[in-house]
């Protein structure tokens, strides 16, 4: 079973909106983070947010908040005021903290966001 | 602070052959990780690396070997190159141990296997 589902191949935003991405996930392990990562063209994955497991308010930072419903398992991205160069790849990922593997982030297959003028 | 750096930025193989990827992680940082990242993919987990020694290993084969440096920079090392193993390698640091959650990324190497 994918352990991060990201359902939206790609999405398409007018700028100054917000937009959702999301991201449903699936673990049995009681301590857990969840990601957002932004990939430009260029390749290189930008941290955007985190979100642990036992947090009790949503992440926000900036423009990104962490939509978090954690009896769903989804840790949605809102990114608001979509600006030109918010057009990237979108990553979820997620860490699991149990059997030594906090190490390891897994990711899913990305969203394709693309911000119109 | 200069971020984490990765040498050569891309990089043509012929198959059969062998690859050294580098990285160097952000200053004060003692855990390297390495992904790849095939076309159309999210990254895959290779290896993590915490003072030198090995801390994790993902669902890759004994053709891809990697080390960590006293200087906790850190090399990739793929044998036999496939076709296959045409990707983006991504390294990436942290600097809370080997419990960090927050891992920066570099830039990547883009590895072409023809």
């Known amino acids: 079973a994918q352990k991060i589902t990201q359902t939206q191949p790609g999405m398409f935003v007018q700028e100054k909106e917000a937009v959702t991405l999301d991201c449903t996930y699936d673990?049995?392990?009681?301590?857990?983070?969840l990601f957002w990562y932004k990939q430009p063209s260029s390749g290189e994955m930008i941290f955007l947010i985190y979100?642990?497991?036992?947090?009790?308010q949503n992440a926000t930072e900036g423009r990104y908040s962490l939509n978090f419903q954690k009896a769903r398992k989804s840790a949605n991205l809102v990114i608001s005021a979509s600006q030109l160069g918010d057009s990237a790849m979108y990553f979820c990922?997620?860490?699991?903290?149990?059997?030594?593997?906090?190490?390891?982030?897994?990711f899913g297959k990305g969203t394709l966001l693309t911000v119109n003028p | 602070d200069a971020g984490v750096t990765q040498s050569p930025t891309h990089l043509i193989k012929t198959r059969g052959q062998h690859v050294t990827l580098r990285c160097s992680p952000i200053?004060?940082?003692?855990?390297v990780s390495w992904y790849q990242q095939v076309l159309g993919q999210g990254p895959q987990f290779i290896f993590q690396?915490?003072?030198?020694?090995?801390?994790g290993r993902g669902n890759f084969p004994d053709r891809f070997s990697a080390r960590q440096f006293p200087n906790y920079s850190s090399e990739l090392n793929v044998n036999a190159l496939l076709l296959g193993d045409s990707a983006l390698y991504l390294c990436?640091?942290?600097?809370?141990?080997?419990?960090?959650?927050?891992?920066?990324f570099g830039p990547g190497t883009r590895l072409t296997v023809t």
């Open positions: 990436a640091s942290s600097g809370k141990g080997v419990l960090s959650w927050e891992q920066y």
């Open positions: 673990t049995s392990d009681p301590s857990y983070g």
């Open positions: 979100q642990g497991s036992y947090d009790q």
């Open positions: 990922a997620m860490r699991e903290d149990s059997g030594g593997s906090n190490y390891k982030l897994t």
């Open positions: 200053s004060g940082h003692k855990s």
């Open positions: 690396y915490y003072e030198k020694e090995e801390r």
